[in-house]
């Protein structure tokens, strides 16, 4: 079976690593889109989903817009210890998500 948009970012492991982006050029396409909506955003946040190669769906969250106080706080990527989700704009999303989550299950 073959899914569309197929997907694969591997982070660089290191300083001075090199990271990829292993895509199907509609996966690429959606991407550049999110990119594009986020840059262009007043919430500087934009989400796709994405398949990789098992099939498998899976969310890319592109956050922009941080606050000088987040990129001097946040752990880089190949710290074991960096978490993506202690970010404001991404805990405002999930927290907002999750009421919407709770007011449709209600309805």
Do not use: C, F
């Not at 690593?17 to 889109?33: D, F, N, Q």
């Amino acid at each position: 079976m073959k899914s569309i948009s197929r997907v694969h970012l591997y982070t660089h492991k290191e300083p001075n690593g090199r990271g990829y982006i292993v895509a199907e050029r509609s996966g690429l396409k959606a991407l550049a889109r999110a990119l594009d909506k986020a840059a262009a955003s007043a919430v500087g946040l934009e989400k796709i989903t994405v398949y990789s190669s098992d099939g498998h769906p899976y969310d890319i969250m592109v956050v922009t817009d941080l606050s000088e106080t987040e990129w001097q706080d946040i752990n880089v990527p190949y710290d074991r210890r960096s978490n993506p989700k202690l970010l404001e704009s991404v805990q405002v999303y999930d927290s907002l998500h999750e009421e919407m989550i709770k007011e449709k299950s209600t309805d």
